[in-house]
């Protein structure tokens, strides 16, 4: 049976069926990559639980995106107001979410598998004014 070693060396000779020669996702991208799988999960389960508080404002907020804040242990959380509505004031909004944020982390704890959950840092995004062009 070849080791590990050989099957890499022998396998890099030859070109992928894509016509590169380097792999898909070389070894210095592997960290991130479940950096970034991590951030997909917990935008989701934000999603589902601003959607599911009982805040009226916090309700119409999306995740915009989710992002390694310098690493998995801690994530930025990107939110925005809903596109068509009244943006809210970033103040309240900061403010809400940050009064709610144990129970933000305790829903993403249970959502995802790892041993513990990610800090959160909360940032609003607000929307830019389109401006009419006359």
């Known amino acids: 049976m070849a080791s590990r070693r050989s099957l890499r060396r022998r396998s890099s000779r030859f070109p992928s069926p894509e016509g590169d020669d380097q792999p898909s996702f070389p070894r210095s991208s592997a960290v991130n990559r479940k950096d970034l799988q991590l951030c997909r999960q917990v935008a989701e389960a934000l999603h589902l639980l601003l959607g599911d508080c009982g805040d009226d404002i916090l309700r119409d907020l999306h995740v915009?995106?989710?992002?390694?804040?310098?690493?998995?242990?801690?994530?930025?959380?990107?939110?925005?107001?809903?596109?068509?509505?009244t943006p809210p004031d970033p103040g309240s909004v900061l403010e809400r979410?940050?009064?709610?944020?144990?129970?933000?982390?305790?829903?993403?704890?249970?959502?995802?598998?790892?041993?513990?959950?990610?800090?959160?840092?909360?940032?609003?995004?607000?929307?830019?004014?389109?401006?009419d062009h006359r």
Do not use: C, N
Request: net charge positive; aromatic share 4%; glycine share 8%.
């Open 97 to 131: 979410l940050q009064a709610r944020s144990g129970m933000l982390r305790a829903g993403v704890a249970a959502a995802i598998t790892r041993k513990r959950a990610p800090a959160l840092l909360f940032e609003y995004a607000v929307p830019r004014v389109a401006e």
């Open 64 to 85: 915009v995106q989710v992002l390694p804040a310098p690493d998995a242990t801690q994530l930025l959380v990107i939110v925005g107001a809903a596109p068509g509505d």
